[in-house]
């Protein structure tokens, strides 16, 4: 059955609970991140870095403000603040014909958020899942 | 009678030619950067804005690999290359009834094409518009 992946998805943000992400990711899934150009590849790494970026970005002040979609999936723009730093960002997110994503890949903008997205994202997956944010 | 924006766009890029920007962007066109918070407000500092980027990242690399679209414009993923460094990068494109462009948002990666992009834009402006790069 074919998973409503947009549905699924912000209900995960919005219960901020990631065990649907077991789901909603393909076994070949890739995360490809704002800060390092090679991809993360594999279910278990991506999982891991969209974790912890719920962690860092998913707060009080994470809104999505844009939703377009193509044949692919769908490109998500989102704002939020870390450590009073304005995040403005996109998630371009594809899924198979199953509805399970096999890419998400993450921009943002200005140039202190990425540097501040770049330190808490190493911090968050250093202290919960001893990996190093290469 | 409404622009076909995305047409005119393509084929401003594929021209090298920035003269249909004149008639493409809105009075109250917005520019808002990759590196820098701020909005550049208005139609003449948005123009340059966007010639210094179709000469900074508009060359035999550059090419759109995704098109996504909503109910106020579209958004674009591109890739490209400059001095070496892979850039990817997403124009965010609002227009009017009349599909006169009044935001164009734009965000890249990963960080190490932000820095060469905002450094090249800098030279770019500075060189051609006497415009410093806030």
Redesign the interface.
Known sequence: MKIDTLAVWHQMLENRDPSALDNLLAEDAVL??????TPQRGKAITGKYLIAAMHVLVNEHFRYV?????E?G??L?FETEVDGI?V???D?IKWNEDGQIYEF????????A??KV?QKMGEQLMAHNDVVLS
Chains 1, 2 share one sequence.
Do not use: Y
């Not at 844009?66 to 193509?70: I, L």
């Not at 890949?105 to 202190?112: C, E, T």
């Open positions: 490809i991140s704002p800060v390092v150009h844009r939703e377009a979609g193509d692919q769908a490109i723009e304005s403005n960002g996109v371009l890949k993450v921009m943002v903008r200005p140039l202190q990425v540097n770049h």
